[in-house]
Structure formats: structure tokens, C-alpha cells
């Protein structure tokens, strides 16, 4: 029988196109949206010279990853053609990559043409919200180009999810999901494999903050946790304020899906996500 260190040990590097990126320290990643539409206005970039400068700023704030998107996923978001994604995104990947030539860049599609493009562009991660589910060739395109790849959970579209947030138990479903999703993509060979419970996505506030209370139970895929709830509804509805004054919330639930061994936290707010996990850290040692 396996010991309990053996069964959640998860993996202590990422393999970003050569560079290796170790997991011993939680990492952050910030947001970049190059959509006029994302949920949070104040992550909304309109054009390539306000995405390398955003990326300049959260570099500079001590960011590990930056994670890029050109579809916006908000609930009730209109779609858009993989060609306009493609034209929001490569110029910008191009773009920050030249400016910043060790960046590590993170794209969120759910596309696979979009995601070979964007590798192809300089990009190292592909962060898929629909984990698979959208795009029958992702799998085989991510395990192709063998780069790390964002597992997240979600049922049906942007467009439809909310209506499909029925669960008997939130955990042991999103679970389960998540671990047969997990076993198509390394019997393709994908080495490097992050997962994401889905933060808000086909999840009312209910199910969110159950998800967060049993974040640890992921830990028996023995695979990196990544936690999305920056500024989202379930942090700005609960406590009754606008998202802009998020912040403070943002922290709280970010310390505490810390506390249940969360690997990345993806934030607007580089430099003071970065400043949570250096107090956090303290009470490791």
C-alpha cells in the first residue's frame, strides 16, 4: 500500500518548451486579456502595445507565467470565430515574446488550432477552460507539441454553462471528470499536466466555495492545482460589492486555496498575490 506522502506527491517542474519551471514555491500567473468583453474590465487590453506593456508591469511585479486569451468566457459572452481569436492573439504572443524573450506565456483557448498557433508564436502552455470538451482534436494537438497543458473543468459552452450546474456532490463529480480527462492525456503521452476545478464555471457561489473548502481532495491525482478565483462573483456577489473592490476578497480565498495546496494562483493582481505567498510561505518552513 502506498503511503500517504507517496499518493500526493505531485510533480516539481514544468517543461516550458526547455525551460523548467519548478513547482516547489507557489507560483502566479497573470492575466492578460486581449478581448473588448472579459468579465473584469480593469484586465481588458485593446491593442498589442497595451498587452506588452501590461506584461511589462506584471513581470516586473515578479509574475512566474503569464497566461494570454483572446475569448472571452464570462458567462453569457457572445462567440467568435477561431480566426478573429488568432488575430487578437498571435500579434500580441509575438509581440511580448520579442520584448521579453524569457517570458513564460500561457494561452487560454479551447481551440487546438488556436493553441498550435499560438506555441508556434512563442507561447509555452496551452490553458484550456473546457479541459477537452470543446475541441475533440485538443488532446492529440497537446500531446503533439508536447507542452504543459491546464486541465480545467467546465460543462458545456461559455454560452450554456450555468444552466448545467446540477451536482449531487460538486467534488466528487468535478473529480471525477477531471480524472477521466486526466487518463486520455497520458495515454497520449502528455507529461506535464496541471488541473483546474473550474472556478465559476458551470459552479453556482454554493459550489464554489465547496469546492474550495475540499481543494485538497484533488491532491490524489497527485497533479499541480491551479485556482482561478480572482475578482470573480463568487468573492464580489458574496460580500455585496463591485468587482473593483475585490481585491481584499480576492486575497482571502487565494490564502486559503494556498493553505489546501494550490500550486498557481491565476490573479489580475501580480504584485500582491506575490506578496500573500511570501507570508504564506512563512508558516511552511
Do not use: W
Not at 492578460?32 to 474590465?41: A, R
Not at 511585479?61 to 453569457?76: F, M, Q
Not at 500531446?143 to 467534488?171: D, E, F
Request: proline fraction near 4%.
Amino acid at each position: 500500500m502506498e503511503s500517504k506522502d507517496t499518493l500526493f506527491k505531485k510533480k516539481t517542474t514544468l517543461n516550458c518548451r526547455g525551460k523548467l519551471l519548478s513547482l516547489d514555491t507557489p507560483l502566479v500567473m497573470g492575466i492578460l486579456n486581449v478581448t473588448p468583453d472579459s468579465f473584469y474590465p480593469g484586465s481588458r487590453l485593446s491593442t498589442t502595445e497595451e498587452a506588452v506593456e501590461r506584461a511589462r508591469i506584471m513581470l516586473a511585479e515578479g509574475a512566474d507565467i503569464l497566461d494570454i486569451g483572446g475569448y472571452s468566457t464570462r458567462p453569457g459572452a457572445a462567440d467568435i470565430s477561431s480566426q478573429e481569436e488568432q488575430d487578437r492573439l498571435i500579434p500580441a504572443i509575438e509581440a511580448i515574446v520579442k520584448e521579453f524573450p524569457d517570458v513564460i506565456l500561457s494561452v487560454d483557448t479551447f481551440r487546438a488550432d488556436v493553441a498550435e498557433a499560438s506555441i508556434k508564436a512563442g507561447a509555452a502552455i496551452v490553458n484550456d477552460v473546457a479541459g477537452g470538451t470543446l475541441d475533440e482534436k485538443m488532446f492529440e494537438t497537446v500531446a503533439r507539441l508536447q507542452v504543459p497543458y491546464i486541465l480545467m473543468h467546465l460543462r458545456g459552452t461559455p454560452q450554456t454553462m450555468q444552466a448545467m450546474a446540477n451536482y449531487s456532490n460538486v467534488t466528487i463529480e468535478v473529480l471525477d471528470e477531471l480524472q477521466q480527462q486526466v487518463s486520455k492525456l497520458t495515454r497520449l503521452g502528455v507529461n506535464d499536466i496541471i488541473i483546474d476545478p473550474g472556478f465559476g464555471f458551470a459552479k453556482t457561489t454554493h459550489h464554489n466555495f465547496e469546492l474550495l473548502n475540499r481543494l485538497e481532495d484533488l491532491r490524489i491525482l497527485g497533479l499541480p492545482v491551479l485556482a482561478g478565483m480572482s475578482r470573480k462573483s463568487m468573492v464580489y456577489k458574496t460580500l455585496g460589492i463591485h468587482q473593483t473592490d475585490a481585491l481584499t476578497g480576492t486575497i482571502v480565498v487565494n490564502t486559503i486555496a494556498l493553505m489546501k495546496g494550490a500550486t498557481i494562483l491565476r490573479v489580475h493582481d501580480v504584485k500582491e498575490t506575490k506578496q500573500t505567498i511570501e507570508l504564506y510561505k512563512k508558516t511552511t518552513l
